[in-house]
Each structure stands twice: as C-alpha cells, then as structure tokens.
Nanobody
Framework: QVQLVESGGGLVQAGGSLRLSCAAS????????MGWFRQVSGKEREFVGG????????YYTRSVMGRFTISRDSTENTVYLQMNSLKPEDTAVYYCASQRAPFGAAWEADQREYDYWGQGTQVTVSS
C-alpha cells in the first residue's frame, strides 16, 4: 500500500542540472525522514542525502554537498532532489526511501533503517 515513485531522471551534460521527484503515498510521510540513494553498476548503493519529516533539516554526503539540494512538499507528499553542476561521477540509478521509524535524522545512511523504496530513476551525465 505504501509506494514511492521516482521520476525526473535522464541524460544531461556535465555541468547541467536535473530535478528528481519522489511521489509518496500510503502513509503520513510528513512524520518520516526521507533519503536519497544512488547505485552504480558493480558498486554498493550509496547514501546521497536526507531530509527530516518537517523538511527543516537536510544532510548531504560530501561528494554532492554544495551541488545537490533536497526539499519536500508536504501538501503534495513529494520529495525532491535538485542536482546542479552534475559530474560524470554522478551517473547512477537514484532511489528515494522512507525511514522505518518516524521523526528520524536526515543523516541516516544505514539502508536497514529505510523500509520503503522507490523503483529508481536513471541519471546519466555525459562528459
């Protein structure tokens, strides 16, 4: 019943921007912190950043800090990942996920603490 659906991925040149969306349904997501993860073929899934249920606190891994911005629209139950100054190293499948417990921290990087995941959206950055 709980579903997360990512969209907005695509092909972009290095230095360009993309905005990913994660539409959530099935529970009151305003109480749950959300995370963005990405995975490159042959590598482990990596934590990109997170946002608290209120949207007032965000956290980013150092590799994207200053370039990516996470926000959320509580009315629409949607979380966004704005990606600027994209690099080829950002190429990956991007996933959004909802934390298992309410009122969690934005910096929660442990995948075991997330119970619902989207299907992923491909982001490809050309050099």
């Amino acid at each position: 019943q709980v579903q997360l659906v990512e969209s907005g991925g695509g092909l972009v040149q290095a230095g360009g921007s993309l905005r990913l969306s994660c539409a959530a349904s099935g529970r009151t997501f305003s109480s749950y912190a959300m995370g963005w993860f990405r995975q490159v073929s042959g590598k482990e899934r990596e934590f990109v950043g997170g946002i608290t249920g209120s949207g007032r606190v965000t956290y980013y891994t150092r590799s994207v800090m200053g370039r990516f911005t996470i926000s959320r629209d509580s009315t629409e139950n949607t979380v966004y990942l704005q990606m600027n100054s994209l690099k080829p190293e950002d190429t990956a499948v991007y996933y959004c996920a909802s934390q298992r417990a309410p009122f969690g921290a934005a910096w929660e990087a442990d995948q075991r603490e997330y119970d619902y995941w989207g299907q992923g959206t491909q982001v490809t950055v050309s050099s």
